[in-house]
């Protein structure tokens, strides 16, 4: 799988704003003073945490007092873990000057929220903060060549997150390694994330529109009962008992057959299943919600997952590299955990993936097999449903030629 390195400036920040309210009978000038000495007193430093970094570390690196560290990370365990920091965030620790003791800690945990640890007299007191964002309508259409990713406007982390949610809607009726053809396209109405006059990103994807191999998908986000899910036009939902495939950005090696030339024994024998080319480590994920019956080693299967789904159905998952241990007999997993990671156990020329699915006792092919769908739209939402539809496809019957991605500080239209 291909490594693609993100700039910092492709990261979202988060922005602290501290506004000074007038109180009554107060005068603007004792607030200018006040924050002009607070300021004086104080430094603030931020950072982006790098591959290897612990807390320690990184107050190593800036020279900070590690006297408070242990007990900033104890009064903020039960908040957020800062044992376990992720590449590529945020982090901003305010200092006082004088004494080179923390104040407080502002480290970004996703893109909805934040940990913000402050020093009272009683001690350290950690809370997660949420973002606010302001949302607005945007709208993309994109042309595809050779692959999703390379035909995004640009490959910063914002984009890229959106081309994994997309993937992840279609994901039952689309295969985004081998499915996708030139000159496909894609028409997307999604919340975009704003704060001030500053792009940060984007939200639920609201409707999107597919064409793909002469066909084509729809799929309109809709909520109800505190629920939420993607349905085509008829109201029929998009899940299905199992995904189209148990792995993101693959090729497929060698297909299913009930006569294939073995490539190590030289002998022709069944081939029942399908076998996906990707790098060692490569994560597969559980194609539906299921029970663990297997996982260990299975003579020329190599390190195998089996799992129990409903309506007779059950998947496997060969020459797998390595199995959390998680995963073990009668656990149960939820469709889209991650199961294991692709290898070359067993008898392999490679690393690939051999996923098989078997119905009712017999070995079925994995990319023509018809599956049951979720829940639809119930009767009486159906009109609000269809109103919806019939919304965002005039939204999306609007863009007619390619979407100008804008940068962040300015925003052309479609």
Request: net charge positive; aromatic share 10%; glycine share 8%.
């Amino acid at each position: 799988m291909r490594r693609i390195l993100l700039s910092i400036a492709s990261i979202p920040l988060l922005i602290f704003v501290v506004i000074n309210l007038k109180l009554p009978g107060e005068k603007i000038e004792s607030s200018l003073e006040d924050t002009a000495l607070k300021q004086d007193k104080t430094s603030l430093i931020t950072g982006v945490v790098q591959p290897l970094d612990t807390m320690d570390a990184i107050f190593d690196r800036q020279a900070l007092n590690k006297m408070d560290l242990s007990e900033i990370i104890k009064s903020s365990r039960s908040t957020y873990n800062l044992a376990k920091l992720s590449v590529g965030n945020i982090y901003s620790f305010e200092i006082n000057k004088e004494e080179n003791k923390v104040q407080n800690i502002k480290y970004e945990i996703d893109d909805f929220s934040y940990l913000k640890v402050t020093r009272t007299p009683e001690g350290f007191k950690a809370e997660r903060v949420k973002v606010e964002y302001t949302k607005k309508i945007g709208s993309l259409f994109i042309n595809i060549k050779d692959n999703l990713i390379f035909s995004l406007p640009n490959t910063s982390r914002e984009y890229l997150k959106l081309a994994f949610k997309l993937s992840d809607i279609f994901a039952w009726d689309i295969d985004f390694s081998s499915d996708i053809r030139n000159n496909d396209s894609i028409k997307i109405i999604v919340e975009e994330l704003w704060i001030g006059n500053v792009f940060k990103g984007f939200g639920n994807i609201l409707t999107a529109e597919f064409f793909n191999n002469g066909t084509l998908h729809n799929a309109y986000r809709f909520e109800y009962d505190g629920y939420a899910d993607y349905f085509n036009a008829k109201g029929k939902s998009l899940r299905k008992t199992l995904l189209k495939s148990p792995l993101r950005f693959k090729y497929i090696s060698s297909g299913f057959s009930r006569r294939r030339l073995h490539p190590i024994l030289r002998i022709v024998r069944p081939h029942l299943g399908v076998d996906y080319a990707a790098p060692t480590g490569t994560p597969v994920s559980a194609a539906g919600d299921g029970t663990v019956m297997y996982a260990g080693y299975k003579g020329q299967n190599g390190k195998m997952v089996r799992l129990r789904h409903n309506s007779g159905l059950e998947t496997f998952y060969g020459h797998l590299s390595r199995i959390p241990k998680k995963i073990r007999k009668w656990v149960k997993v939820s469709q889209g955990d991650i199961v294991g990671y692709v290898g070359t156990t067993g008898l392999s020329t490679g690393p690939h993936l051999d996923y098989r699915i078997k119905r009712n006792g017999r070995f079925v092919n994995p990319l023509t097999v018809k599956l049951p769908r979720g829940k639809s739209i119930p009767k009486h939402l159906i009109a609000e449903f269809r109103q919806l539809v019939e919304y965002m496809d005039v939204k999306l019957a609007s863009l007619s030629r390619p979407f100008i991605a804008f940068s962040g500080k300015e925003k052309f239209s479609s």
